[in-house]
C-alpha cells in the first residue's frame, strides 16, 4: 500500500499545483483587468502594481484552494478510472475507501493550511494592499490607527477614538471627540453612543458635551441628537477600520469580546467568526464529492460529466455559505448555525456519494 499511496499522493499534489496555478493566474489576470483603470489615472508605478497584485496571492490562494481540492480530486480518481485503474486495485482486493485515504489526508493538511493562512499571513499581506491603493496609488491620507480594537484618529478638528466602524451603514459606535485649542489644551468633549452619515453631516445620538474653560467647572449639555460639521467622511475612516478579511481567527475573537464587553451588538461578526473555520473545512467535503462522482464506476469513461457535475455541486457551497453568513450576520438565525449552514448540508450531500461507491 505504500507504493499506492505514493503514487496517488504524488498524482494528486502535482494536480492540485497545476490547478491552483491556473486559478491563481485567472484570478490575476481578471483582478488586473478591472483595477488597470484605477492605476492608470493615479499614475501608478509597475512597482506599485507588481507588489500589489504579489500582496493579493495569499487571499487569492486560500479563497480558490476548496476549489481546486474539488477539481484535483475529480482529475486524479477520473484518470485512474479511464485507465482501469480502479479495477485493478480492487481486483488486488484493496477498498476504494482505502485508496481515498491519500486524497482524504491531503484534503485534512490543505484545511489546516487555509487556516493557518488566514490567521497569520493573509490579514498582513489585505493590510499591505490596501495600504498600496489607498495611500501609494490613490495618494489618500492615514491619518489614524486601529489599535488596540479601536480606532484612534488625529481630525482636523482634534482626535476621535471610535470603538466599532460599520462600513456597510457608514455608523460610528462608542464615539469620543476630543477638540484641542491652539495651545494643544482640551477645550471640548463629545461622547456618543453612535453616530451616522446622514446628508453630508455627522448626526450624533445620544450624546454628552463637555465644555472646559479655564478657572471653571466643566459645563455638561445632554442631547438626544447632536449635529456636528466634521471635515472627515465615511471614505476617511475607511482607511483605518479594519474590516473581517483583513483579520485572523484570534484577533476578530479578541475584537469581538471587546465590543461585547462594552455593550455592543457583535452578531454580525460572530456569524464571520464561526465562518472562519467552517470554510477550510469543506476542502474536505468537496474533496469527498470529488472522489465520489470519479470512482462511481470502475470504467467511467464520463469524466466531463463527472467534472462537470461535481463543480456544480461544489461551487454551489459557496453560495449556500455566502447565505447561510448573510442570515447570521443579520440574526435572522443563529450566528453558529450560520456558518455552518453549507457544511452540514453538503456534509450530508457527500456522506450519500461516498456510500453509494460500489466498493
Given at each position: 500500500?505504500?507504493?499506492?499511496?505514493?503514487?496517488?499522493?504524488?498524482?494528486?499534489?502535482?494536480?492540485?499545483?497545476?490547478?491552483?496555478?491556473?486559478?491563481?493566474?485567472?484570478?490575476?489576470?481578471?483582478?488586473?483587468?478591472?483595477?488597470?483603470?484605477?492605476?492608470?489615472?493615479?499614475?501608478?508605478?509597475?512597482?506599485?502594481?507588481?507588489?500589489?497584485?504579489?500582496?493579493?496571492?495569499?487571499?487569492?490562494?486560500?479563497?480558490?484552494?476548496?476549489?481546486?481540492?474539488?477539481?484535483?480530486?475529480?482529475?486524479?480518481?477520473?484518470?485512474?478510472?479511464?485507465?482501469?485503474?480502479?479495477?485493478?486495485?480492487?481486483?488486488?482486493?484493496?477498498?476504494?475507501?482505502?485508496?481515498?485515504?491519500?486524497?482524504?489526508?491531503?484534503?485534512?493538511?490543505?484545511?489546516?493550511?487555509?487556516?493557518?493562512?488566514?490567521?497569520?499571513?493573509?490579514?498582513?499581506?489585505?493590510?499591505?494592499?490596501?495600504?498600496?491603493?489607498?495611500?501609494?496609488?490613490?495618494?489618500?491620507?492615514?491619518?489614524?490607527?486601529?489599535?488596540?480594537?479601536?480606532?484612534?484618529?488625529?481630525?482636523?478638528?482634534?482626535?476621535?477614538?471610535?470603538?466599532?466602524?460599520?462600513?456597510?451603514?457608514?455608523?460610528?459606535?462608542?464615539i469620543t471627540i476630543y477638540h484641542m485649542g491652539p495651545d494643544m489644551s482640551l477645550s471640548m468633549r463629545i461622547d456618543a453612543e453612535w453616530g451616522e452619515w446622514q446628508d453630508g453631516r455627522w448626526q450624533l445620538h445620544n450624546v454628552l458635551v463637555t465644555r472646559f474653560k479655564a478657572g471653571e467647572f466643566p459645563l455638561l449639555e445632554n442631547h438626544n441628537q447632536y449635529l456636528i460639521d466634521l471635515p472627515e467622511k465615511p471614505d476617511d475612516f475607511k482607511i483605518v477600520q479594519k474590516n473581517v478579511e483583513t483579520m485572523?481567527?484570534?484577533?476578530?475573537?479578541?475584537?469581538?469580546?471587546?465590543?461585547?464587553?462594552?455593550?455592543?451588538?457583535?452578531?454580525?461578526?460572530?456569524?464571520?467568526?464561526?465562518?472562519?473555520?467552517?470554510?477550510?473545512?469543506?476542502?474536505?467535503?468537496?474533496?469527498?464529492?470529488?472522489?465520489?462522482?470519479?470512482?462511481?464506476?470502475?470504467?467511467?469513461?464520463?469524466?466531463?460529466?463527472?467534472?462537470?457535475?461535481?463543480?456544480?455541486?461544489?461551487?454551489?457551497?459557496?453560495?449556500?455559505?455566502?447565505?447561510?453568513?448573510?442570515?447570521?450576520?443579520?440574526?435572522?438565525?443563529?450566528?453558529?448555525?450560520?456558518?455552518?449552514?453549507?457544511?452540514?448540508?453538503?456534509?450530508?450531500?457527500?456522506?450519500?456519494?461516498?456510500?453509494?461507491?460500489?466498493?
Open positions: 500500500m505504500k507504493i499506492l499511496d505514493r503514487y496517488l499522493t504524488v498524482e494528486y499534489l502535482r494536480n492540485l499545483i497545476l490547478v491552483t496555478g491556473c486559478f491563481v493566474a485567472l484570478f490575476l489576470i481578471i483582478d488586473f483587468f478591472e483595477k488597470i483603470r484605477m492605476f492608470l489615472t493615479n499614475n501608478a508605478t509597475l512597482a506599485q502594481m507588481a507588489a500589489f497584485f504579489l500582496y493579493r496571492i495569499p487571499m487569492i490562494v486560500s479563497q480558490i484552494l476548496p476549489a481546486s481540492t474539488l477539481l484535483t480530486a475529480l482529475m486524479t480518481y477520473g484518470y485512474l478510472s479511464r485507465h482501469s485503474e480502479i479495477v485493478a486495485v480492487k481486483a488486488n482486493g484493496i477498498s476504494l475507501y482505502r485508496l481515498s485515504l491519500p486524497v482524504l489526508t491531503i484534503a485534512v493538511l490543505i484545511s489546516l493550511s487555509i487556516f493557518f493562512l488566514n490567521e497569520w499571513i493573509t490579514p498582513y499581506t489585505n493590510q499591505k494592499s490596501e495600504y498600496i491603493r489607498l495611500i501609494e496609488v490613490q495618494k489618500r491620507q492615514s491619518l489614524g490607527t486601529f489599535k488596540q480594537d479601536q480606532i484612534w484618529y488625529r481630525g482636523q478638528k482634534g482626535i476621535y477614538n471610535f470603538k466599532l466602524f460599520d462600513v456597510q451603514s457608514n455608523r460610528l459606535r462608542g485572523g481567527y484570534s484577533e476578530l475573537k479578541r475584537y469581538i469580546g471587546k465590543l461585547q464587553s462594552e455593550g455592543f451588538d457583535a452578531t454580525r461578526y460572530m456569524a464571520d467568526l464561526h465562518g472562519k473555520i467552517a470554510f477550510p473545512l469543506v476542502c474536505v467535503i468537496l474533496a469527498v464529492i470529488g472522489m465520489a462522482f470519479s470512482l462511481r464506476s470502475e470504467r467511467s469513461g464520463g469524466i466531463a460529466q463527472g467534472i462537470g457535475i461535481g463543480l456544480l455541486i461544489g461551487f454551489s457551497y459557496w453560495l449556500v455559505f455566502a447565505f447561510g453568513i448573510s442570515l447570521g450576520r443579520s440574526g435572522a438565525i443563529p450566528p453558529l448555525p450560520a456558518a455552518w449552514l453549507g457544511n452540514i448540508l453538503f456534509s450530508i450531500i457527500s456522506a450519500v456519494l461516498l456510500y453509494r461507491i460500489k466498493t
